[in-house]
């Protein structure tokens, strides 16, 4: 399958720890988004990704979080010293340029106790 | 900003009957126009999209016109089915900059009954 992957599928944690999670996009994509849902709402945009390059983050995105996509490849979300309320599906997406579909990968939910 | 509204759900058919789910959007520019579905225990799938005023997207019985004067992209389907019950997300994407990302609807849960 040559789908979106992320890993973990689930991540608990204590408040307070650090968590990284991993995006795997579709291969010939240059484009990777970044996408926070939490219960009873749509996903909210976090941060985006052309090639290498971190081209917009969100507000939401405190300066607890830090993303990369070192080689244009895979990308990672870092949130350090997680808090009760960064509990969400963190989820990712990959496309081609212009206004191509965007392809989800299965999301990644935390849970910080 | 751009914005999303979709109709208060949870919204619970009998199998056969019709389905519409509304949608209206504020953006500016020209957006792209996305219906997203989570079915169960798995991933968003793209279920249609229009990318310009009038277009029509449709899919698996499903479709949903583009319409500018009114700022809707309503989704309908003539005759409802069980495997249909999933959470339907209404998404626009700015087509006016390089970065686009989506804006979502809080999205709406439909439960169809045999």
């Known amino acids: 399958d040559t789908g979106v992957s992320q890993d973990p599928r689930h991540k608990i944690t204590k408040r307070g720890q650090n968590v990284t999670f991993r995006c795997d996009p579709i291969s010939e994509h240059n484009r990777l988004y970044w996408y926070r849902q939490t219960l009873g709402q749509g996903p909210e945009f976090l941060t985006y990704f052309q090639n290498e390059a971190q081209l917009e983050k969100s507000r939401l995105l405190s300066d607890r979080f830090s993303a990369e996509r070192p080689k244009g490849s895979f990308s990672t979300l870092e949130i350090q010293r997680t808090e009760q309320g960064d509990s969400a599906m963190y989820l990712c997406?990959?496309?081609?340029?212009?206004?191509?579909?965007?392809?989800f990968g299965p999301g990644t939910r935390l849970l910080v106790l | 900003g751009n914005s999303v509204t979709q109709m208060e759900g949870p919204v619970t058919l009998s199998e056969e009957a019709f389905l519409t789910i509304n949608c209206t959007y504020t953006a500016t520019g020209y957006p792209s126009l996305f219906w997203y579905v989570q079915y169960p225990g798995e991933g968003l799938q793209l279920l249609l999209k229009a990318t310009k005023a009038d277009d029509k997207g449709s899919n698996k019985g499903f479709e949903a016109t583009y319409r500018k004067e009114t700022t809707s992209f309503h989704l309908e389907k003539g005759s409802v089915q069980v495997s249909d019950s999933a959470v339907y997300f209404c998404?626009?994407?700015?087509?006016?900059?390089?970065?686009?990302?989506?804006?979502f609807g809080k999205g709406i849960t439909l439960s169809v009954r045999p």
């Open positions: 998404a626009l994407s700015d087509g006016t900059g390089a970065n686009s990302k989506l804006t």
């Open positions: 997406a990959s496309s081609n340029s212009g206004p191509e579909t965007q392809y």
